[in-house]
């Protein structure tokens, strides 16, 4: 398993598969909050790479930093396909790298004419070419053509939606060779009987709104906070909690400073995966405002921890959410987010039925177990053909 991103989700794969029974090496950046221990314990075997953030940094990196290929760029690529190729020559039945670009193409490059197929995770970004809602990167024309070219080369993709599967295949890959895996939840660690933090007794609110974001556009944090001035007119204490960080956070932080909501908008800064649980049981309500996504990890995350939702339907989001957990608004409207949370706010009893549908609907699809049982079908029937 490849990745130039060691996201918690990744690792969650990576382990998921590993418990399926399969020997797996996990090929990842060095990360000093990566949970060795978690991962060796399912059995697999960590090999690390040292990578420079701004290389690995995928949608946070400039549009003029990929202008044009740089030589970081091509030093980083050149070692990580040295890297497979040493893998490779100590006995590999397949390759599967999360994203299709860059660790697609990199697998793709170290298994020419080694008989190593290659399956990739597409998670949305890495094959979305919509620079509407900020997906800029993949429309420079040489990256356009490295995904072309993979997606060709790629013996099998599992997109993580319906959606990204419909995108793939805009960009030119066969629809015989794409499958549906949708990513789950680690649940394990989000449930619902962790004990919440006093989120209500520290910031002087009766109604916790929380969300876990990064602070890009697409992801509409803008909206919520342009929604509260008229919560508060209802609902006077609500408090709207963002964990999370990106390159919109000072104009965020200027947005809730200019509408004078110092007290009832709170940035508690970027936290570790696993130092999350605590926030989401102390939530009332998790709000996932994004006006594109190609699935919504933190959607399912909530899900497992029995929230009630608030949520747009946009892309592949809204294969995962629907009316019995969350209250549906329109991405980039600010009027309708407000009065979702006033709503919910007034409604405890429909929030605990509908963190209840949440719970039931991860239990039965958005869990690692079944995204590990997809992967692996895919693998073997993927060996078979080659």
Known sequence: MVTHKAESFVNDIAC???????????????????????????????????????????????????????????????????????????????????????????????????GVPVVATGQGRDVCLNPDVGYTIPQRAYLHWLLRFTLRRLDALAANSVYTQNQAIDRGISPAKVTVVYNGTNTALFKPDVAPLPLKEEFGADFILLTVRKFYRRKGLQDVIKAMPQVLKECPKVCFVIIGYGPLEQELKQLAESLNLQEHVRFLGRLPNDELPPYYAAADAFVIPSHEEAFGVVAAE??????????????????????????????????????????????PERREAMGQAGLHKVREVFNWGRAARGYVDLYEKVIVQK
Not at 47 to 73: H, N, Q
Not at 87 to 98: A, K, P, R
Not at 317 to 329: M, R
């Open 16 to 114: 998921a598969v590993a418990q399926q029974g399969w020997r797996t090496r996990y090929l990842c950046p060095y990360r000093d909050d990566l949970p060795y221990e978690r991962l060796q314990s399912a059995g697999v075997d960590v090999r690390t790479f040292p990578c420079d953030s701004i290389v690995g940094g995928a949608e946070s990196i400039s549009d003029d930093y990929v202008k044009w290929p740089r030589y970081d760029m091509v030093k980083f690529a050149w070692s990580v396909v040295r890297l497979i190729r040493q893998e490779i020559s100590q006995g590999v039945d397949i390759i599967h790298t999360q994203w299709v670009i860059p660790s697609g193409f990199l697998a793709c490059v170290a298994s020419w004419g080694r």
């Open 302 to 347: 909530a899900m497992a921890m029995g929230k009630p939702l608030i949520s747009t339907a946009v892309g592949g989001l809204k294969e995962v959410v629907d009316d019995d957990v969350a209250l549906i608004v329109p991405p980039a409207d600010p009027d309708s987010l407000a009065r979702a949370i006033v709503e919910l706010y007034r409604s």
